[in-house]
């Protein structure tokens, strides 16, 4: 049982909401386009972090996967920034959600009986694009999502 914060595209830029927003997770998942390394070290003042590398992060991320495994109580989660570069059947392979980034719009849809989860973007307003976050509720064997919209 926990919540885990979803984190996206900040681009260089960790708002004081979504550090506010992501308070009380047990693990943070950077979905790419991170920006700064300082980024991922102020989020682990809040929790441990697991971060992919995004398509315009630079070459000072290098260390970070294109994708990550995380697993937490026997659920399987699969987090990588580019959703179309999905190269396996998450049903089939066991996932339970699979996590993304990149497209700077927050989404949640279940397909097969899998989470996809994009949080949107925390850094940059782009174009009319709303600033959000995300939390992955996980209790009870099952993954439940929610978006977290901030001002500004």
Avoid: C
């Amino acid at each position: 049982m926990g919540t885990i914060g979803v984190i996206s595209d900040t681009h260089g830029l960790l708002r004081p909401q979504a550090v506010a927003a992501l308070q009380g997770s047990i693990l943070i998942i950077h979905a790419g386009d991170v920006g700064s390394p300082a980024i991922l070290g102020e989020l682990r003042q809040i929790a441990p972090v697991v971060a992919v590398r995004g398509n315009v992060d630079g070459a000072w991320a290098a260390r970070l996967a294109q994708s990550e495994i995380v697993e937490h109580e026997g659920l399987l989660l699969y987090v990588l920034h580019i959703l179309e570069e999905l190269d396996l059947d998450p049903p089939t392979a066991g996932f339970h959600a699979v996590i993304s980034g990149h497209t700077h719009r927050p989404k949640m849809e279940t397909k097969g009986g899998v989470l996809y989860f994009n949080p949107g973007s925390a850094g940059p307003r782009r174009f009319d694009l709303p600033v959000s976050v995300g939390r992955l509720l996980l209790a009870e064997g099952k993954v439940t999502s929610e978006i977290i919209y901030l001002e500004g």
